[in-house]
């Protein structure tokens, strides 16, 4: 039966970026704009570091803990030393690193955009139909990142378009992650259904199959016998050739 793991610090991650979108792009609308934005200029950069260096504190622990250096193609350890050295780049270089917060909002979000096409694949790979609504979905975030970084937007000055694209993001995200998670636990009941069933039916199951045929009424055969009459006593049939 075909088992699908799921990496817990990859969805943690996920659904942590998608809500600061959906909620920066919601504070950037309703709340003063250029407050949001010092606040984001000025710390996102220390969040992304910490960020970074969590994540890659937890894969290099994990590799140890889960006994990952089994496995040569696993670079659990390689990608958590990455990580810890992105955080502390960017924390130490805060302010340089502030100066591309815009460029990098955009890079995540084509990241964001990566992950809901993959989600999409996954779908239709296990013949879910909402496989679709993540393929558009990745599609348009990847477009839309794209066009804001190329014409170098501010994202965190206020403009409505930017907003709503943070917000849209956000949701997308949210909202394909949901629909994986849906499609994924579809999969496994339909997996197990087919699994038992594959058993009840086997020969090594124990289970034998009852031939209903024994419980069939068995035809009848009707045999006719030809009666031989006999004369009559007195009868001149007896002297007939």
Known sequence: MEQIKE????LVANILGALAFLA???CLITLNAELIAKIVYSFSVLALG???????TFNMIKFFFNHEYKRITNYGFTMGV??????????????YVAAFIDSLVCLIGVIFGAIMLQQSFALFHIQRGTWFLCLVFGAATVAGSIYILLNSYK???????????LILVGAFSLFSLLLMAIG?????KDSDRLYNRNMEESPLSGKK?????????????EINDPK?????????ALFEE
């Open 7 to 10: 990496s817990k610090a990859s």
């Open 24 to 26: 920066t792009g919601i």
């Open 50 to 56: 910490i960020l970074f260096i969590c994540f890659g």
């Open 82 to 95: 990455i990580l810890v050295i992105i955080g502390a780049v960017f924390i130490m270089n805060a302010n």
């Open 155 to 165: 994202i965190f000055d206020g403009f409505i378009y930017t907003s709503v694209y």
């Open 184 to 188: 994924l636990k579809d999969h496994k």
């Open 209 to 221: 199959k009852v031939d209903e045929s024994i419980f069939e009424e068995e035809p009848v055969v």
């Open 228 to 236: 031989v009459e006999e004369p009559e006593a007195g009868s001149d």
